[in-house]
């Protein structure tokens, strides 16, 4: 078997990738408990969609290949192929995007966060194990079931914690809370299932393995994430603008039919019946009310 590093760099990666795995759930969090506040269905799919992108994309897929930059194999090269790569992207949002829209919509219920929690935690492994499946080795790669078990339960609970946090307590202390334990969940199943890695080497191959190295894969990587962020951030304030101005045209409405309408009251002697919201000023009215009273 293989010796491997999986802190080549020392204890930059494991803080890196810790703090994009707690923004990325900080920013997808905040999301979610909006989506549970949203007034229509469209705009609470837009919430969810938004916090999918941040959890699955930056919380999830950014922080596994900056950690995964610290990884080394030193009788062997590194490499990954990037199609699979992209693929672990997408997989990861749409197991994470499932696991949001069963928690943050309709009643809230103890089985709603518990399969909310479920799929989000095994998107977090999905993620994990397709893109270890991207990487490249001159040799074979297999795994200690038993710890695969392990990060696979670290996820699901975890997750479904944080879950649990976000649609039962509100403020924001709540939601940095659970963003914690989203990041803790996120670099503590990436580390127990890279502790469960086992690689043997070929005996007497040529050393030589195809894909990209992670030091060139990691400029993609960096733009599409920060493009993603600038993104999930902008649409996220566009539509928190978006449901203030609807909140204060809404309030504007319910404020116009709560004052009561003025009543002018008609001249003296006069049968007609009182005039609410005449045309004329109300100095020409009370002007009218005074000449009668002036004797002829």
């Given at each position: ?155 699901v609970v975890a997750a479904t914690v944080a879950l649990w ?118 100095a020409r009215s009370l002007a009218d009310r005074n000449r ?5």
């Amino acid at each position: 078997m293989a010796e491997v590093h999986h802190f080549a760099y020392g204890w930059f990666n494991p803080v890196t990738a810790y703090v994009m795995a707690f923004i990325g759930s900080m920013l997808g969090l905040v999301c979610t408990a909006r989506a549970r506040r949203a007034p229509t269905a469209g705009r609470r799919a837009r919430w969810l969609v938004i916090a999918a992108l941040s959890i699955g994309g930056t919380g999830i897929w950014l922080m596994h290949f900056m950690a995964m930059i610290g990884f080394d194999v030193p009788n062997s090269p590194v490499r990954y192929d990037p199609v699979v790569t992209f693929i672990s992207l997408a997989l990861a949002v749409l197991t994470v995007g499932i696991g949001l829209f069963i928690a943050g919509q309709g009643r809230r219920s103890a089985l709603r966060i518990v399969a909310g929690g479920g799929f989000t935690g095994l998107g977090v492994v999905a993620m994990h194990y397709s893109g270890m499946a991207a990487m490249r080795v001159a040799g074979r790669v297999s795994y200690d079931f038993g710890l695969v078990a392990a990060s696979v339960l670290i996820a699901v609970v975890a997750a479904t914690v944080a879950l649990w946090f976000t649609v039962t307590v509100s403020g924001m202390r709540a939601i940095t809370a659970a963003a914690a334990v989203m990041g803790v969940a996120v670099c503590g199943m990436h580390y127990t299932a890279m502790a469960a890695i086992r690689i043997t080497l070929d005996v007497g191959g040529t050393g030589q393995v195809e894909g990209l190295s992670p030091f060139v894969l990691i400029v993609p990587i960096v733009l599409l994430s920060a493009l993603c962020l600038i993104g999930v951030t902008f649409n996220a304030l566009q539509a928190m603008t978006q449901e203030e101005f609807d909140g204060a045209d809404a309030s504007r409405v319910k404020h116009r039919a709560q004052v009561p309408a003025t009543v002018i009251p008609a001249p003296r002697g006069a049968d007609a019946p009182p005039l609410v919201n005449p045309p004329f000023s109300l100095a020409r009215s009370l002007a009218d009310r005074n000449r009668t009273k002036i004797p002829r």
